[in-house]
Nanobody, 127 residues
Framework: QVQLVESGGGSVQAGGSLRVSCAVS????????MGWFRQAPGKEREEREV??????????SYADSVKGRFTISQDTAKNTLYLQMNSLKPEDTAMYYC??????????????????WGQGTQVTVSS
């Protein structure tokens, strides 16, 4: 069983920065995709949008809405995934979820069907 626990959310003013973290209990295989998703207020679970994803080889990819502002990274020695968020906007307000998948066939982690999810951490950006 893979468990993911997010931390680091909070409230910040527009233009500010936050870093959220995700502790990974174990990696089920040496090849994997890790990702950050967000669910905006009033949206259903099915409307979660991918924010960024990273493969086991370090290849990172981003949604257009966060390119140049957010950076995904991982420290596999510490079993931790990070999302550094800069130049935050009110529209970035959402519950942020960490996700993982260990199927070795994903070519683009942004398109992965993630099997494992954390409980989320709230990020609120005020104008």
């Amino acid at each position: 069983q893979v468990q993911l626990v997010e931390s680091g959310g909070g409230s910040v003013q527009a233009g500010g920065s936050l870093r959220v973290s995700c502790a990974v209990s174990r990696y089920a295989s040496s090849r994997f995709c890790m990702g950050w998703f967000r669910q905006a207020p009033g949206k259903e679970r099915e409307e979660r949008e991918v924010v960024a994803a990273i493969a086991s080889d370090g290849t990172a990819s981003y949604a257009d809405s966060v390119k140049g502002r957010f950076t995904i990274s991982q420290d596999t020695a510490k079993n931790t995934l990070y999302l550094q968020m800069n130049s935050l906007k009110p529209e970035d307000t959402a519950m942020y979820y960490c996700a993982a998948d260990f199927w070795m066939g994903w070519v683009n982690c942004l398109l992965a069907d993630f099997a494992h999810w954390g409980q989320g951490t709230q990020v609120t950006v005020s104008s």
